[in-house]
């Protein structure tokens, strides 16, 4: 069957040290998307991508960067790991229907804790 | 910014009791889905509403899109404990497709 995946799903890190999450999906969605889920603020986007070799900020952008140089990954890194950076993070690709509507399916999530 | 509210954020009701969670914004939304998220899970798409006025069932589930398409609810009738979660709505502005999602709301149920 047809997923997405994130890896790994729990990562502590230290402060200042770059990481990097990875998400893979097998749907050839040509979206995707990453999310920062903390308590009192829902899901916030912080980076997606409308094909290969496209990426675009979302809200909270500073201090990650994703690349897409293939349809099945975008891969998300935090350049200089900050306390701050501690949450759930979740990716998410969808598939275009009706031209102008999308159905956007999550992976399970990665917990970060940088100490 | 684009802002979506959810109200209540927590609601703890005894199963078999109707509720109502509220979805509003100052924006108006092209689309606007509702998810469930179950603890260590990814959210999982409960239906998109699309056309202002827009009224959809699932099973006990009621969504409705305001006519203005900028606000949304959900409602549930006859609660059960397998209803409790976090509840999120998203909305997506014309033009893109990419969600907005709003604070959440999250219910618990109990028996």
């Known amino acids: 069957d047809a997923e997405i995946t994130q890896s790994p799903r729990h990562k502590i890190t230290e402060t200042g040290r770059q990481v990097t999450l990875a998400c893979h999906q097998t749907?050839?969605?040509?979206?995707m998307f990453w999310y920062r889920q903390d308590l009192g603020h829902g899901l916030r986007l912080i980076h997606y991508?409308?094909?290969?070799?496209?990426?675009n900020k979302g809200e909270v952008s500073d201090g990650y960067s994703v690349s897409r140089s293939n349809t099945e990954d975008l891969p998300l890194t935090l350049e200089s790991a900050a306390s701050s950076q501690t949450s759930v993070y979740f990716c998410a690709s969808s598939v275009r229907w009706q031209l102008r509507h999308t159905e956007a399916f999550f992976g399970q999530g990665t917990r970060l804790t940088v100490v | 910014t684009q802002l979506l509210e959810q109200s209540p954020q927590f609601l703890s009701i005894q199963e078999g009791e109707n509720l109502t969670v509220y979805c509003n914004s100052s924006?108006?939304?092209?689309?606007l889905q509702w998810y469930r998220q179950e603890p260590g899970e990814g959210p999982v798409l409960l239906v998109t509403?699309?056309?202002?006025?827009e009224v959809k069932k699932l099973k006990r589930l009621t969504f409705q899109f305001g006519d203005a398409r900028k606000d949304s609810s959900l409602h549930i009738t006859a609660a059960q404990p397998g209803d409790t979660g976090l509840y999120l709505c998203a909305g997506a502005t014309s033009g893109t497709y990419k969600y907005i999602f709003g604070t959440g709301t999250r219910l618990k149920v109990l028996a």
């Open positions: 749907w050839n969605h040509n979206n």
């Open positions: 509403v699309v056309t202002g006025g």
């Open positions: 924006s108006v939304f092209s689309s």
């Open positions: 991508s409308y094909g290969v070799q496209d990426t």
